[in-house]
């Protein structure tokens, strides 16, 4: 199994940056597709980047396409998410989610196997 732990959230001005992190412990069969979703006050939750186990293939929800950058790091234990011009409709709880077998394809679907338990971004205007 593997446990998810999120942090870099906290509150920032319309127009600002923020950078999340996800680091990842446990074991899986293989390296995981790894991604981010979020939640907002009275909204269900969203896909919002993915990206697989080597790196190569990124997918992003259209909302954040050009703004949000998802990597992860040579160890592939870790997965970030860099927000740029961020508006207030950004607000959310963000979740950090792996996929085992690199199932990208089903994470982007919303199936996720593993989860975080999410950290805070607020966006004021």
């Known amino acids: 199994q593997v446990q998810l732990v999120e942090s870099g959230g906290g509150l920032v001005q319309a127009g600002g940056s923020l950078r999340l992190s996800c680091d990842a412990s446990?074991?899986?069969?293989?390296?995981?597709?790894m991604g981010w979703f979020r939640q907002a006050p009275g909204k269900e939750r969203e896909f919002v980047a993915g990206?697989?186990?080597?790196?190569?293939?990124?997918q992003y929800a259209d909302s954040v396409k050009g703004r949000f950058t998802i990597s992860r790091d040579n160890a592939k234990t870790s997965v970030y998410l860099q927000m740029i011009s961020l508006n207030p409709e950004d607000t959310a709880v963000y979740y950090c989610?792996?996929?085992?077998?690199?199932?990208?394809?089903?994470?982007?679907?919303?199936?996720?196997?593993?989860w975080g338990t999410g950290t805070l971004v607020t966006v004021s205007s």
């Open positions: 446990g074991r899986t069969l293989s390296t995981p597709a």
């Open positions: 989610a792996a996929n085992p077998f690199n199932d990208l394809s089903r994470m982007v679907a919303g199936r996720v196997t593993y």
């Open positions: 990206i697989s186990a080597d790196g190569r293939i990124t």
